[in-house]
Nanobody
């Protein structure tokens, strides 16, 4: 497993932007499928975005398409979530997740490494 630490969350105005980062430990980060999930108060954790370890497959939840972008920098062992045109309903704790040699998945049970989460609050 890889150790994951998220950062970059905070209070953002509706319509604004923020970039979340997820720093990973380990030398095999470039072989990890990575994903972002979120959990709003009183709701179940839901999928946001992910890509396969090779980067050839990328997935987005319908609710975030065109507004959120997942990317990675293997040299920095970091995956990012660029969030734009934020809405109040984007308010949640955001988690990054990883799976060695994973194909990329929208299902959280497919991931075996998780960060502690970072809070994003969008004010309207």
């Amino acid at each position: 497993q890889v150790q994951l630490v998220e950062s970059g969350g905070g209070l953002v105005q509706a319509g604004g932007s923020v970039r979340l980062s997820c720093a990973a430990s380990g030398r095999t980060f470039n072989r990890y499928a990575m994903g972002w999930f979120r959990q709003a108060p009183g709701k179940e954790r839901e999928f946001v975005a992910a890509f396969s370890w090779s980067g050839t497959r990328t997935f987005y939840a319908d609710s975030v398409k065109g507004r959120l972008t997942i990317s990675r920098d293997n040299a920095k062992n970091t995956v990012y979530l660029q969030m734009s045109s934020l809405k109040a309903e984007d308010t949640a704790v955001y988690y990054c997740a990883g799976r060695y040699m994973g194909r990329g998945s929208t299902d959280d049970v497919e991931y075996d490494s998780w960060g502690q989460g970072t809070q994003v609050t969008v004010s309207s």
